[in-house]
């Protein structure tokens, strides 16, 4: 039985040949240049930077903001600034190689701001380069002109996330919103206002005092600063003096009861005094 194939040598090939994209045709135009692997993963990181502006300009990003209303949860707050892959593992990522941690810091929003923020950032801590977060947060988020914003989703998935569409509205994906900011900042960045585009400015407040403090922004399950109402230096109330109003009143309550007692007692049943 003789089988005869359609294709056979460059028939194949021609007919299956598929045009190389616009990452592997730079690297392979630069390869040469790149002596470790070093500058390679620096030299993708850009790649990467560039097509993705190249893609948030040409695409169609929402020009109206209807769905603000569904958001308004985050407007004007500060996300906490924490490290949420542990902070062992970003302070050894950047004990083995500081040049590139300090690269990430400075370019990819991710992971600055999602995955290790406190060590990118926090100017108390020994174990991180101590980066400028108002700077950062600026030129990678808040300016326009700057800012790398987009919807890793696409913009249609990321509507539908916004407005609570589609399977968004059932009870399990409840949470699962732009309030929920490791994972709406991922995916759906522009869309949930995490960052500025030409037609907005980014929703969200980035101010580093705020993100940084432990007291309100001190667990891996708080997105948000706490809306604690702080009392004025000259009305602070302690833990000493709450304890010590606590027992005062619950004397006030006994001599109260006690007093409510000799008084039946004293009464006659007829409810005259004897």
């Given at each position: 039985?003789n089988?005869?194939?359609?294709?056979?040598?460059?028939?194949?090939?021609?007919?299956?040949?598929?045009?190389k994209?616009?990452?592997v045709?730079l690297?392979?135009?630069?390869?040469?240049n790149?002596?470790?692997?070093m500058d390679?993963?620096?030299?993708?990181r850009l790649?990467?930077?560039?097509?993705?502006?190249?893609?948030?300009?040409?695409?169609k990003?929402?020009?109206?903001l209807?769905s603000?209303?569904?958001i308004s949860?985050?407007?004007?707050?500060?996300?906490?600034?924490l490290d949420?892959?542990?902070?062992?593992?970003?302070?050894?990522?950047?004990?083995?190689n500081?040049?590139y941690?300090?690269?990430?810091?400075?370019?990819?929003?991710?992971?600055?701001?999602?995955?290790?923020?406190?060590?990118?950032?926090?100017?108390k801590?020994?174990?991180g380069?101590?980066?400028?977060?108002t700077n950062?947060?600026?030129?990678l988020?808040?300016?326009t002109?700057?800012?790398?914003?987009?919807?890793?989703?696409?913009?249609?998935?990321?509507?539908?996330?916004?407005?609570?569409?589609?399977?968004?509205?059932?009870?399990?994906?409840?949470n699962?919103?732009?309030?929920?900011?490791?994972?709406s900042?991922?995916?759906?960045?522009?869309?949930c206002?995490?960052?500025?585009?030409?037609?907005?400015?980014?929703l969200?407040?980035?101010?580093?005092?705020?993100?940084?403090?432990?007291?309100?922004?001190?667990?891996?399950n708080?997105t948000f600063l706490?809306?604690?109402?702080?009392?004025?230096?000259?009305?602070?109330?302690?833990?000493?003096?709450?304890i010590?109003?606590r027992?005062l009143?619950?004397?006030?309550?006994?001599?109260?009861?006690i007093s409510?007692?000799?008084?039946?007692?004293?009464?006659?049943v007829?409810g005259?005094?004897l």
């Amino acid at each position: 039985m003789n089988i005869n194939f359609p294709y056979y040598n460059n028939k194949f090939d021609n007919k299956y040949y598929y045009e190389k994209s616009l990452k592997v045709q730079l690297f392979e135009e630069n390869k040469n240049n790149l002596i470790t692997t070093m500058d390679r993963r620096i030299f993708i990181r850009l790649l990467r930077l560039i097509l993705s502006t190249v893609l948030v300009s040409s695409s169609k990003l929402p020009q109206n903001l209807e769905s603000t209303s569904k958001i308004s949860s985050i407007v004007d707050k500060t996300p906490c600034c924490l490290d949420r892959i542990t902070s062992i593992t970003c302070q050894r990522l950047y004990m083995t190689n500081p040049r590139y941690f300090i690269y990430e810091c400075s370019n990819n929003a991710d992971f600055a701001f999602i995955q290790c923020c406190k060590t990118c950032f926090d100017h108390k801590s020994s174990n991180g380069p101590r980066l400028n977060y108002t700077n950062i947060s600026n030129e990678l988020l808040i300016n326009t002109e700057t800012a790398i914003c987009y919807d890793k989703r696409g913009e249609k998935w990321c509507e539908n996330f916004v407005k609570r569409n589609n399977f968004w509205k059932y009870y399990p994906f409840k949470n699962l919103n732009c309030s929920n900011q490791p994972y709406s900042f991922r995916s759906c960045r522009a869309s949930c206002g995490y960052c500025s585009i030409k037609e907005r400015k980014a929703l969200v407040n980035y101010n580093y005092k705020k993100a940084m403090d432990s007291k309100l922004c001190g667990d891996l399950n708080i997105t948000f600063l706490k809306d604690i109402k702080r009392f004025p230096n000259n009305k602070k109330k302690y833990g000493s003096e709450s304890i010590m109003i606590r027992k005062l009143m619950n004397k006030i309550k006994k001599k109260n009861l006690i007093s409510d007692k000799s008084n039946e007692i004293k009464g006659s049943v007829f409810g005259g005094n004897l």
